[in-house]
Nanobody, 127 residues
Framework: QVQLVESGGGLVQAGGSLRLSCAAS????????MGWFRQAPGKEREFVAA????????YYADSVKARFTISRDNAKNTVYLQMNNLKPEDTAVYYC????????????????????WGQGTQVTVSS
């Protein structure tokens, strides 16, 4: 069982930055590929970014590429999402998710592949 706790959300003006953190319980964090997803009001959940268990592989949604950076610190059992040049359309609840895998270099883009989810953190970008 893995518990995920997100933090770092808040209200920011367009063009600003936020860094989200997701702290995971357990001692085998490196065996989990991690992902960030978001859900805006009235919209379906969408993929934002993913990182492999080793941290060597990452993948981004086109809408956030070059603005967001996903990273992880396996020693701290934490995954991060650095969000720069935020836009009003980035407003959503952001969720981190974990997928246990033997493949340390693989990333996963489909939310249905993830086994564990955090409770989410609200990000609001004002124009």
């Amino acid at each position: 069982q893995v518990q995920l706790v997100e933090s770092g959300g808040g209200l920011v003006q367009a063009g600003g930055s936020l860094r989200l953190s997701c702290a995971a319980s357990g001692r085998t964090f490196s065996s989990f590929a991690m992902g960030w997803f978001r859900q805006a009001p009235g919209k379906e959940r969408e993929f934002v970014a993913a990182i492999s268990g080793s941290g060597r592989s990452t993948y981004y949604a086109d809408s956030v590429k070059a603005r967001f950076t996903i990273s992880r610190d396996n020693a701290k059992n934490t995954v991060y999402l650095q969000m720069n040049n935020l836009k009003p359309e980035d407003t959503a609840v952001y969720y981190c998710a974990a997928h246990q895998t033997y493949y340390s270099g693989s990333v996963y883009l489909n939310g249905n592949e993830y086994d564990y989810w955090g409770q989410g953190t609200q990000v609001t970008v004002s124009s």
